[in-house]
């Protein structure tokens, strides 16, 4: 019996304890010792290489001396303490508000995130447009070929070295090298770029071409003349499809499984909108303070260093929330896609995606998006120009705008919840399509037929102009709340059934390239409309017939999505079960004193049975 309790390291005593004054204390201490404890089985018991040992977490310690029984109490304690050692650990199965702990240690760093990055997204699009449609020598007619000539080829550039960097790069180190660019930008800008505008742009070439080509060039001219303001309209925009859909979505996408995804999503939109909100009465806050500085003052160059410091500041929380959740966050496991993905090139990635049935219909949705809203909005813009000719009234005005816009979208996100519980993700996403018809045909209706409305109008002390001006802004606030509140969770969540190699490339592909390409397609439609019919007034029924179209083809390919998308959750889940009946569980069977052993191992088992019974006579 020595022998063998030496050789499996269970116990290891001398040879003659008897003669040994160190060890041997009194026969009863001993015997205390064996029967002060008498467990029915061997909780700590497992197999390894080494032989059979006993767990510190469940087994009790040996002392190297004997125990009185007037230690009886305190060994009962150290045994209690180590048995239930396992239960003083953090657990993160613990729920807060019905909610897992280890959920939340996701959920919450995410909407902080989403909070920040709209934050940001709200002042860089109020502060674009004031720049580009308010500036010297520009009006809203410049956004048409901004967004043709300059947004989408650089937008397919900024796509084309991301899928390049993605390869490359590990996640973590392409979400910095993608974030910290914009935030360099954004600073130089409001301290370098826009105090030195008078400088960098040449005004005077734009004049002398425009002298030379003729007014109907005054858009094109206007990007050579403000250049460095249409730089920073395009990385606005990019901040939108870039932070807001690839990064932030797709590292949600990455830590939350599709139910947490389901529950959780449509809530990331509360913080969100409660950033538009704040972000709102801040854009107000410096329209106002502009207003009130001095003469000679240049006020809007105060209001953009005051502005770009807070979003230099959100981005750095935006990379701090990042780097916690990477560090103390449970990451899901995913099912293992049996289909090895070749490693493919940049042409190859675009082929293999545009063969996709499931990526064009979600390029179509977002296509379908940026074209019906750009149809709507720049023809807006120009109302709201003529309304609001100065900075500070334009600012004033799309600081309300972008209040209002949370608030309705904070509405929408508490109403978005039910709807994808009650009535599914197909449902969820034929909403946006439906509002934005509806509301595209009033605005359009009105600058129609705003005519005959002009006594009635009148009544209400608005004129025709100024009541297209809030129509179209209300179109603007439905549309986008519906559009965060249902659009952008619906089209998130259809990423996460597909394996990493599509989703990263496609995700990159659909809103890096397609959002702008929407806004772009827009654009040339109302150009082409514009030279074709003379006027964007006479060019507005066109424009509604187009939009109907567009917005069906929309319907059609988010049913098809829905059927796709149903089907691989089906398989997903399938896939799941597989995996966790194919996980074989080592079943432990009793000998006749009840202790358990595992198989094969029916020489250490009589071994322990032999070792119990000879301990009793003690």
Known sequence: MDTLLQSKGLLSLPKNPLNNPRFYQSPLALKHRFL?????????????????????????????????????????????????GDIEKPNDNNKVLGIEFATLKKIVPLGLMFFCILFNYTILRDTKDVLVVTAKGSSAEIIPFLKTWVNLPMAIGFMLLYTKLAGVLSKKALFYTV????????????????????????????????????????????????????????????????????????????????????????????????????????????????????PGVDGWAVSLKGMMSIVVMMGFAICGLYWWVNKYAELPTRSIKKKAKPKMGTMESLKFLVSQRYIRDLATLVVAYGISINLVEVTWKSKLKAQFPSPNEYS???????????????????????IFEKYGWGVAATITPAVLLLTGVGFFSLLLFGAPLTPALASLGMTPLLAAVYVGAMQ????????????????????????????????????????????????????????????????????????????????????????????????????KEMERASVKIPVVSQNEDGNGTLPGSSLTGDSAGSSSQKSTPF
């Open 396 to 418: 004033a005005f799309m600081g309300d705008f972008s209040t209002c816009t949370g608030i309705a979208t904070f509405i929408m996100m508490l109403l978005s919840q039910v």
């Open 476 to 575: 603007n606030i439905f549309s986008k709340s519906a559009k965060y509140s249902l659009f952008d969770p619906c089209k998130e969540m259809a990423y996460i059934p597909l394996d990493e190699d599509t989703k990263v490339k496609g995700k990159a592909a659909i809103d890096v390239v397609c959002n702008p390409l929407g806004k772009s397609g827009g654009a040339l439609i109302q150009q082409f409309m514009i030279l074709t019919f003379g006027s964007l007034a006479n060019s507005t029924p066109y424009l509604g017939g187009t939009l109907l179209v567009i917005v069906l083809a929309w319907l059609a390919a988010a049913r098809s999505l829905d059927k796709q998308f149903t089907a691989l959750r089906q398989e997903e889940e399938l896939e």
């Open 179 to 294: 974030i910290l660019p914009f935030i360099a930008f954004f600073g130089a800008f409001g301290f370098l770029f826009y105090p030195l505008s008078g400088y960098i742009h040449p005004e005077a070439l734009a004049d002398k071409l425009l002298n030379i080509l003729g007014p109907r060039f005054l858009g094109p001219l206007a990007i050579l003349r403000i250049w460095s303001f249409c730089l920073f309209y395009v990385m606005a925009e990019l901040w939108g499809s870039v932070v807001v859909s690839v990064l932030f979505w797709g590292f949600a996408n990455q830590i939350t499984t599709v139910d947490e995804a389901k529950r959780f999503y449509p809530l990331f939109g509360l913080g969100a909108n409660i950033a538009l909100i704040f972000s709102g009465r801040t854009v107000k806050y410096f329209s106002q303070m502009r207003a009130n500085l001095g």
């Open 36 to 84: 002060a404890t008498k467990p029915q089985s061997l909780p700590g018991l497992s197999l390894s290489s080494s032989g059979i040992s006993l767990s510190s977490s469940q087994g009790f310690v040996p002392k190297p001396y004997g125990i009185s029984p007037k230690d009886n109490k305190k060994f009962s304690f150290v045994c209690k303490a180590e048995a239930t």
